[in-house]
Nanobody
Framework: VVRLVESGGGSVEAGGSLRLSCEGS????????MGWFRQELGKEHWGSEG???????????TYADSVKGRFTITKDNVKNILYLQMNNLKPDDSAMYYC??????????????????????WGQGTWVSVSA
């Protein structure tokens, strides 16, 4: 059974940093591309905003324009952990952040954008709050 567990969320002031982690189990890390999505508190992850995605081998990634230059997605395929380093956080970054996985291991190379409907496995989310 594929399982994704996020951690690392919290409250920070604008300009601060956080690193989110997502520990995966039940699948071979290199064969799944993964991504981070965010959604307003209280809403389900369906239709959430794609923040960043990375291919199964960890060499190719893509970002939403709103986070380019501030966020970095990486994955440790030995430990099967996905990370999202978030720097220079802004109040608009406040949201529930979800980790997700897709069977399209070359997702970034194959598809345009970060589409939530193409990710079939989701974690429970971790909350990020950025105050002005």
């Amino acid at each position: 059974v594929v399982r994704l567990v996020e951690s690392g969320g919290g409250s920070v002031e604008a300009g601060g940093s956080l690193r989110l982690s997502c520990e995966g189990s039940g699948f071979k890390s290199t064969t799944f591309a993964m991504g981070w999505f965010r959604q307003e508190l209280g809403k389900e992850h369906w239709g959430s905003e794609g923040v960043a995605a990375i291919d199964g081998d960890g060499t190719t990634s893509t970002y939403a324009d709103s986070v380019k230059g501030r966020f970095t997605i990486t994955k440790d395929n030995v430990k099967n952990i996905l990370y999202l380093q978030m720097n220079n956080l802004k109040p608009d970054d406040s949201a529930m952040y979800y980790c997700a996985a897709t069977v399209y291991e070359d997702y970034v190379s194959r598809f345009r954008g970060i589409q939530s409907n193409l990710f079939g496995y989701w974690g429970q989310g971790t909350w990020v709050s950025v105050s002005a």
